[in-house]
């Protein structure tokens, strides 16, 4: 099983950066393909990015794609979500995920999620 841990949600104006964490527990971490995914209330949780679980393959949504970056360091069981040019829209709660399957961009696909973390983009 895996724990996840996300940090450094904020507030930030728009134009701004802001870099997501998300820690897991657990072993073989490489061997989960990660998600960042975000939801704003009354709306469904829509999928942001993913990376495979040795870093090589990394998808986005269309609307965060190239202003946001998914990495990870498998030596620190970590995953992160660079965040740059945010805008208003980017406002949300961002969860990260996890799946032993392959690099998904579905949320059905992932097994284990975090708690959240909350991003305020103001204008």
């Known amino acids: 099983q895996v724990q996840l841990v996300e940090s450094g949600g904020g507030l930030v104006q728009a134009g701004g950066s802001l870099r997501l964490s998300c820690a897991a527990s657990?072993?073989?971490?490489?061997?989960?393909?990660m998600g960042w995914f975000r939801q704003v209330p009354g709306k469904e949780r829509e999928f942001v990015a993913a990376?495979?679980?040795?870093?090589?393959?990394?998808y986005y949504a269309d609307s965060v794609k190239g202003r946001f970056t998914i990495s990870r360091d498998n030596a620190k069981n970590t995953v992160y979500l660079q965040m740059n040019s945010l805008k208003p829209e980017d406002t949300a709660v961002y969860y990260c995920?996890?799946?032993?399957?392959?690099?998904?961009?579905?949320?059905?696909?992932?097994?284990?999620w975090g708690q959240g973390t909350q991003i305020i983009v103001s204008s």
């Open positions: 995920a996890a799946t032993l399957r392959a690099t998904q961009t579905s949320q059905r696909a992932y097994e284990y």
């Open positions: 657990g072993r073989s971490f490489s061997r989960y393909a």
């Open positions: 990376i495979s679980g040795g870093g090589v393959n990394a």
